[in-house]
Nanobody
Framework: EVQLVESGGALVQAGGSLRLSCAASGFNIRDYTIGWFRQVPGKEREGISCMSTADDSTYYRDSVKGRFTISRDNAKNTQYLTMNNLKPEDTAVYYC?????????????????WGQGIQVTVSS
């Protein structure tokens, strides 16, 4: 069964850090472009970072550049999103997703598999 499971979400104070994990099962994560998305109630889901399966090239949304880092551990079949200097506006449900497209960034419609999402709350 193909599955993506996020973990690492928490309540953290502004300026703090978190590392989200996206554990894959049923497929090799290195064979897919993995993206991270987030959604706030009442707003559209937005893409914030992704890493291409082709060459490990990365994309970051402007609002997270310099603060968030995407990485992958092939041995653990897990993708990570390290988030530093968190701000209250980073509060959202975060999702990871897998796409066969090698392009970064790419469309949300390109993503085939999605995790269930995990809450990140940043207090001021």
């Amino acid at each position: 069964e193909v599955q993506l499971v996020e973990s690492g979400g928490a309540l953290v104070q502004a300026g703090g850090s978190l590392r989200l994990s996206c554990a894959a099962s049923g497929f090799n994560i290195r064979d897919y472009t993995i993206g991270w998305f987030r959604q706030v109630p009442g707003k559209e889901r937005e893409g914030i970072s992704c890493m291409s399966t082709a060459d490990d090239s990365t994309y970051y949304r402007d609002s997270v550049k310099g603060r968030f880092t995407i990485s992958r551990d092939n041995a653990k079949n897990t993708q990570y999103l390290t988030m530093n200097n968190l701000k209250p506006e980073d509060t959202a449900v975060y999702y990871c997703a897998a796409s066969v497209s090698v392009n970064v960034p790419n469309s949300q419609g390109d993503y085939r598999y999605w995790g269930q999402g995990i809450q990140v709350t940043v207090s001021s």
